[in-house]
């Protein structure tokens, strides 16, 4: 024990004590209690401490620390036996929460009773901008608040948000406890959905039980259950069960529906080289339509379904995958199972694996193969419209599901009409090829030309083969399978040269000297025959009504028409540097990296010798530059080498001319982006959270964590409910402009738009932001999103507004920027609910 001026003992009689005054301290095992005076109860083994008040304030307030926990208030006591305390005008705080009481009871096991308690996230605990108050307080554990009748007060005014009890969280951090509710109101009534419980299991794995009610007899459950292993697994498992009243009993619209959903994602690592990914999705659309509150479920048009393991070797890859799909407007589902595709890397079956260091490489070792196979086993879906299955009076037919349809064939013919329910294929590929190098021609010398000729071969496997036919009776086309393995060959081969070389232009202006040419150009040839042709037996024939043959091949993927192509590309840079210059102290040349890239520019085509008229494909050119640093501009166009006739369509008539070199352009469009903003924290404002706060998109969804900090509930949500703004950068402004041409034919299309968004920080504390757009050939604004966001010591707001357009809106957000009470104290107007935005959805 210490103290500045004097140390007073009184040993005589019943009342032995002492007194310290003047900065006293006393430490007992992890306990150190300081103030000005301090009082030693010898016979009850307590401490006394209290401050000296004066007209500045108090002078050497009590304080003390134990463990975790450190109290000041007016007066304190402290029993050296049994390790508790009481403090009057107490304030002390834990992690981003401050409590002031009038009086606090502190227990050894850290539990605290509070009198008339005061709970903030204002580090202005005397006068906070917000506070929620209780008369009475209970914290257990450092980790939860309990509370009788508590109201918010807005500085020191109480306001009628009033709950009878309440638990708030003293700590950011994962353990099990309440989660939040919200309401508000749509076609099924009042509504309190998202209340529930969350269950901190282990460090392994959690689970979220949340449900919600409606005041016409509506009502939801949902399960989440996720779990997490490091380096090993980890996913999670999702059940929603909802039941929807809509009207009342005996009105003529009244129905009620059920609806669910089961959504489950799996990652495991089996082993450094295998691994299993699952994606099931089976929810109904129902459920996606008028239940889920992700936005994307709601313009949702299908779902998917995909379980995939997989496995490497040295050189070798092999995956098992199975796939469902389903269209919700059509009920069209398709579905494979399952798929397997292996995978051999690139060997040299001939090269010398002995060969001496030096020696040159031969066209035999350096002969590459490749190998690849797929398998898949395919099932469609297509329903038939349910008014032809009633015309033929299968009134059942309009019940089969497609789960149904694939485990029984009678019901798939039933409900689609077709035969044949799987479509099994197996495909092989071999690519082969031999790349060399020439270094040195005659005549030309020294020189570096890359040469690629290449063979592909490919084999499909088929379970049944097709028959086409003419009825006699009503003329129809009548198709037929015929089951029995087929197999289908064909062949590809090409050929390819490429080279690289340079040029220099002797250029020197502007304080850039030299402009460097780089020259890629690469021509090659393929060949593909005509396997349309009768030889290869491929395809059949049959005479149609009007008396002509009509060729048709037996299995899909048959190429047709011959092909002997010649393909060439020119790619282009055009690269400067900065001139170095003199400096001044070591008469030297500064040097370093000054290269400038001006522009790239590339030419493509194609022709096709085998065909007998417009054998030549599309010019395509496309150049690309940046101009000082900050602007973008990127310009693609195409042209045809032919005419086109009265009617639009392209004839064998070539178009190059003296005005039209390249010939008939068909499209062009060009591209000018920039971005520029100023140096982060240039203002006044230090960088608080991360960019938030303003609309990016209409529907852009938002993750709110539960106000307990447990849940990963995703909630759609309006665009301005984010974490925070970033005030820290002055201003920001990006913009592009997009212009284009195309001419398909004899008409015209023309399309210019201009997008362009900025924000700003108006003061250190304000900050305003907007997205734009016009589209000048429909004459019509894009839709236009304009934000406002101020930021307080403790609170942060924000407004925004979409003011003409289909998802024509505002929104204003104000909530305490405490981690442990945004989604708790929160002012949202209008309510967080996609119908407010887009109508009833159900």
């Known amino acids: 024990m210490t103290a500045s001026d004097s140390l007073i003992f009184q040993l005589g009689g019943s009342n032995r004590m002492g007194t310290l005054h003047g900065d006293a301290s006393v430490t007992y095992e992890d306990a150190l209690l300081s103030a000005w005076e301090i009082d030693l109860l010898l016979a009850d083994e307590e401490l006394h401490a209290r401050g000296l008040a004066s007209d500045t304030g108090w002078v050497g307030k009590p304080r003390i620390r134990q463990g975790q926990d450190e109290f000041t208030g007016s007066q304190l006591a402290f029993s050296l036996q049994t390790q508790r305390g009481r403090v009057v005008g107490a304030q002390t705080m834990y992690e981003e929460g401050f409590i002031a009481a009038d009086v606090v009871k502190a227990l050894e096991d850290s539990t605290l009773f509070i009198r008339n308690g005061v709970y903030t996230t204002c580090a202005c605990v005397e006068d906070p901008s917000y506070s929620l108050r209780s008369k009475t307080m209970k914290m257990v554990n450092r980790e939860w608040i309990y509370t009788g009748p508590i109201q918010l007060y807005l500085f020191n005014i109480p306001t009628p948000l009033w709950l009878p009890f309440g638990f708030l969280p003293a700590q950011d951090s994962r353990r099990s406890g309440p989660l939040p509710p919200t309401y508000g109101e749509d076609e099924f009534g009042f509504y309190l959905r998202d209340w529930g419980w969350y269950f901190a299991m282990n460090d392994y794995m959690d689970l979220q039980l949340q449900g919600g009610f409606w005041t016409r007899g509506s009502w939801e459950t949902r399960t989440l259950y996720r779990y997490r292993k490091m380096y090993a697994f980890d996913g999670q498992l999702r059940l929603d069960y909802g039941r929807f009243r809509n009207g009342e009993r005996g009105d003529p619209g009244f129905s009620v529906r059920r609806t669910s959903a089961l959504r489950w994602n799996h990652n495991q690592t089996l082993g450094q080289r295998t691994s299993f990914n699952a994606n099931v999705n089976l929810s109904s659309s129902s459920y996606l339509r008028a239940v889920s509150q992700d936005y994307d479920d709601r313009i949702r048009q299908d779902i998917?379904?995909?379980?995939?393991?997989?496995?490497?070797?040295?050189?070798?890859?092999?995956?098992?995958?199975?796939?469902?799909?389903?269209?919700?407007?059509?009920?069209?589902v398709s579905l494979t199972l399952p798929s397997l595709s292996f995978s051999q890397r690139a060997f040299q079956p001939l090269g010398r694996k002995n060969r001496r260091p030096g020696s040159g490489e031969s066209i035999r070792d350096k002969l590459t193969v490749s190998y690849s196979s797929s398998v898949t086993?395919?099932?469609?879906?297509?329903?038939?419209?349910?008014?032809?299955?009633?015309?033929?009076?299968?009134?059942?037919?309009?019940?089969?599901?497609?789960?149904?349809?694939?485990?029984?064939?009678?019901?798939?013919?039933?409900?689609?009409?077709?035969?044949?329910?799987?479509?099994?294929?197996?495909?092989?590929?071999?690519?082969?090829?031999?790349?060399?190098?020439?270094?040195?021609?005659?005549?030309?010398?020294?020189?570096?030309?890359?040469?690629?000729?290449?063979?592909?071969?490919?084999?499909?496997?088929?379970?049944?083969?097709?028959r086409r036919s003419i009825d006699e009776e009503d003329s129809s086309l009548e198709v037929s399978q015929n089951p029995g393995f087929f197999a289908l060959r064909q062949f590809t081969s090409s050929f390819s040269a490429s080279t690289i070389f340079y040029g220099l232009?002797?250029?020197?202006?502007?304080?850039?000297?030299?402009i460097r040419h780089t020259v890629r150009p690469n021509i090659g040839m393929s060949f593909r025959p005509d396997f349309y042709e009768e030889r290869w037996g491929y395809t059949r024939s049959y005479v149609d009504a009007g008396?002509?043959?009509?060729?048709?091949?037996?299995?899909?993927?048959?190429?047709?028409?011959?092909?002997?192509?010649?393909?060439?590309?020119?790619?282009?840079?055009?690269?400067?540097?900065?001139?170095?210059?003199?400096?001044?102290?070591?008469?030297?040349?500064?040097?370093?990296?000054?290269?400038?890239?001006?522009?790239?520019?590339?030419?493509?085509?194609?022709?096709?010798?085998?065909?007998?008229?417009?054998?030549?494909?599309?010019?395509?050119?496309?150049?690309?530059?940046?101009?000082?640093?900050?602007?973008?501009?990127?310009?693609?166009?195409?042209?045809?080498?032919?005419?086109?006739?009265?009617?639009?369509?392209?004839?064998?008539?070539?178009?190059?001319?003296?005005?039209?070199?390249?010939?008939?352009?068909?499209?062009?469009?060009?591209?000018?982006?920039?971005?520029?903003?100023?140096?982060?924290?240039?203002?006044?404002?230090?960088?608080?959270?991360?960019?938030?706060?303003f609309l990016q998109s209409a529907g852009q969804l938002a993750n709110a964590g539960s106000v307990m900090g447990a849940g990963a509930t995703t909630f759609l949500q309006d665009t301005y409910a984010t974490a925070g703004t970033d005030f820290s950068i002055p201003w920001s402004l990006s913009a592009d402009f997009s212009y284009g041409v195309t001419k398909p034919g004899a008409a015209t299309i023309r399309r210019a738009i201009l997008n362009a968004s900025f924000d700003v920080s108006l003061t250190p504390n304000w900050k305003m932001a907007s997205r734009t757009g016009y589209d000048f050939e429909q004459k019509q604004m894009a839709t236009t999103n304009i934000s406002l966001a101020r930021d307080f010591d403790c609170w942060q707001m924000a407004f925004n507004w979409v003011p003409f357009g289909r998802y024509q809106s505002w929104g204003f957000d104000l909530h305490v920027k405490s981690g442990h009470l945004k989604d708790l104290l929160r002012i949202r107007q209008p309510k967080s609910d996609v119908r407010d935005r887009f109508g009833s959805l159900f």
């Open 304 to 332: 998917q379904s995909s379980l995939k393991f997989s496995k490497r070797w040295s050189g070798q890859n092999l995956s098992i995958q199975a796939d469902q799909r389903q269209q919700l407007a059509t009920g069209q």
């Open 377 to 466: 086993n395919r099932f469609n879906f297509v329903p038939l419209p349910d008014e032809q299955l009633l015309a033929r009076g299968d009134t059942l037919a309009t019940q089969i599901s497609w789960f149904d349809a694939a485990l029984s064939a009678e019901d798939y013919r039933r409900a689609t009409g077709k035969d044949v329910q799987y479509d099994f294929q197996a495909t092989h590929r071999i690519p082969i090829s031999a790349p060399f190098t020439v270094t040195r021609i005659p005549l030309l010398g020294a020189i570096n030309l890359n040469f690629n000729p290449t063979i592909s071969y490919t084999e499909n496997w088929y379970l049944r083969t097709q």
């Open 505 to 514: 232009f002797p250029v020197k202006a502007f304080g850039f000297e030299g």
């Open 547 to 693: 008396g002509n043959e009509v060729d048709y091949p037996i299995v899909s993927g048959v190429g047709r028409g011959r092909q002997q192509s010649l393909n060439f590309s020119l790619n282009n840079t055009f690269e400067t540097k900065r001139a170095p210059t003199e400096t001044p102290a070591a008469g030297g040349r500064a040097g370093g990296n000054n290269a400038l890239k001006l522009f790239d520019a590339n030419i493509s085509s194609s022709y096709n010798f085998a065909a007998d008229s417009l054998g030549m494909a599309d010019i395509s050119l496309s150049a690309r530059t940046r101009v000082l640093g900050k602007v973008d501009i990127d310009l693609r166009s195409a042209f045809s080498p032919y005419n086109t006739g009265a009617t639009g369509n392209r004839i064998n008539e070539y178009a190059f001319s003296w005005t039209s070199p390249l010939g008939r352009m068909t499209s062009t469009s060009v591209t000018l982006r920039t971005s520029l903003r100023s140096r982060q924290g240039a203002g006044d404002r230090p960088l608080t959270t991360p960019r938030g706060g």
